[in-house]
Nanobody
């Protein structure tokens, strides 16, 4: 069973930085790609960015130049470095994984609050 656990969220002032982590546990699978999503109160979940198995990344327009996704090795952990944070970045940030055989998994998220 694949499990994803996010950490690193918290309260930060506007203009500050946070680094979120997504730890992956389990065996018997290969990762196709991993995404970060976020969901603000009362809003739909939205895509933040992706890192593929080959290490390529892509991002939503609203975070380009401010957020960076990286990883230490093929599986663990995946990071979301967030700089120049804005109050509108306040949300629950979730990790999402898709395996090579098409299975998908969600973490429970870590809360980021940006004060003005």
């Amino acid at each position: 069973q694949v499990q994803l656990v996010e950490s690193g969220g918290g309260l930060v002032q506007a203009g500050g930085s946070l680094r979120l982590s997504c730890a992956v546990s389990g065996s018997g699978f290969s990762i196709n790609f991993m995404d970060w999503y976020r969901q603000a109160p009362g809003k739909q979940r939205e895509f933040v960015g992706r890192i593929s198995s080959g290490g390529s990344t892509n991002y939503a327009d609203f975070v380009k130049g401010r957020f960076t996704i990286s990883r230490d090795n093929a599986k663990n952990p995946v990071y979301l470095q967030m700089n120049s944070l804005k109050p509108e970045d306040t949300a629950l940030y979730l990790c999402y994984l898709v395996t090579m055989n098409g299975r998908n998994y969600w973490g429970k998220g870590t809360l980021v609050t940006v004060s003005s």
